[in-house]
DNA sequence: AGCTTAAGTTAGGCTAGTCTAATAAAAAGG
DNA sequence: CCTTTTTATTAGACTAGCCTAACTTAAGCT
């Protein structure tokens, strides 16, 4: 068993090889807020457990074994985040930081047991994929809304990021998952998009927005 | 805002604080399993940050301050233990140590969320009493089954030792928080009692047991 | 009261996780 | 291809928590 902290890293390190192909350890550095000599001397720890491949000098690899510990953990934040907004009432701006807490808690039962009360939920409260029980995710391939056509019909599925920020803009918007968007028009100049959706028939959104809201294309 | 780990400390001195009147190094170190050293090392910080008052080859002590920051943990904790039982499921010997853990975890909204969807609860899922969001807590006055006499009929209320070994062996004898206990007779010898209680007229209970159920005598 | 035992304290050392400063290797660019 | 810049590593130091061994103070018992 990893120490929290350890947790973390792999986490971290998860999200990156998601990303980009090669993790350097200044991402790994940035990503977690800490020196690049933290993370060297963490990196030669996380190897020793078997989490990491590493070699001076060359990139970061997560092995089988910490990958899928990475993903157990991000199973429990996702179910935490679900459990919050589904059984206990929180907005989906309000769960990150909780579940950042809870998904470092030691019980198979707790996050089985929220599982079962939501019904075997494959995405979180932000649409993002909750990984099986042996670490597995599949992970459906959405579009980003900017990269559709004027004059698409796609259902708004989940969001490339889930900052306070964003949330609070979204709900400002009253944009909520599973709602249909159509693209009405794109302004050329600076690909801001007129959208049109559930009690908002000619919304303008940012490029940056629309960059971050994931469809489904229908 | 201490550590996770002082606030575990924090909260055996206020355990401590409730039996003897004087708190040594050793009975903390005792029931922090660690050494006297690690102790003696440790209330020096804790009286830095004010949370108890240490001369050395004195007896410690608590201080409001520190004795808050105890009774809000305890708070969480048991507000936790109730939320796991009467929320998701979960019998009375499962929730202690995932409580342990969630206790630390930092959101005010969290438990006072669990609080509200729990209709307030005084008490615990073994009867002991949930401090108030200041702190306080009111212990009712129950007596041990154990100094009750034979004839008296009382309703158990709260147990004074909630070790995972206790509640499996109450499960076994199906008794529980809120049953009317009646103590038939009492053996002179070694003080086991015979108690009969819903589904059980006849059940001998050892001194032992007797010293850890809490009754209110009705 | 004086000696013995128990309890508390100090000293010094260990791991986990962090830092800064200095150095070494790799990458980039003329 | 050689120099500059960026990135990675090493070295050494710090805090939080823990330990054992040695020593000191307090308590307990003739």
Known sequence: MPTQTKENYLKALFFLDHKHD???VTDLSKSMQVSTPTVNNMVKKLQSGGWVKYEKYKPLKLTAKGRK????IIRKHRLT???????MGFGWEEVHDIAEE???VNSEQLFDRMDEMLG?????PHGSPIPDKSGHMLEPDYIKLSAAKAGTKARLRA???SSMELLLYLNKKELELGM????????PYDQSMTIGYPK????????EVCDKLLVEVV
């Open 120 to 124: 075997f939920p494959k995405a979180d």
């Open 200 to 207: 908002h028939n000619n919304t303008i959104l940012t490029r």
């Open 22 to 24: 090669n993790i350097t």
């Open 180 to 187: 249909l968007l159509e693209i009405r028009e794109i302004e």
């Open 159 to 161: 969001l490339d990021d």
């Open 69 to 72: 510990v990475a993903a157990l």
């Open 81 to 87: 985040e679900m459990f919050l907004v589904e059984k």
């Open 102 to 104: 809870i998904e470092h």
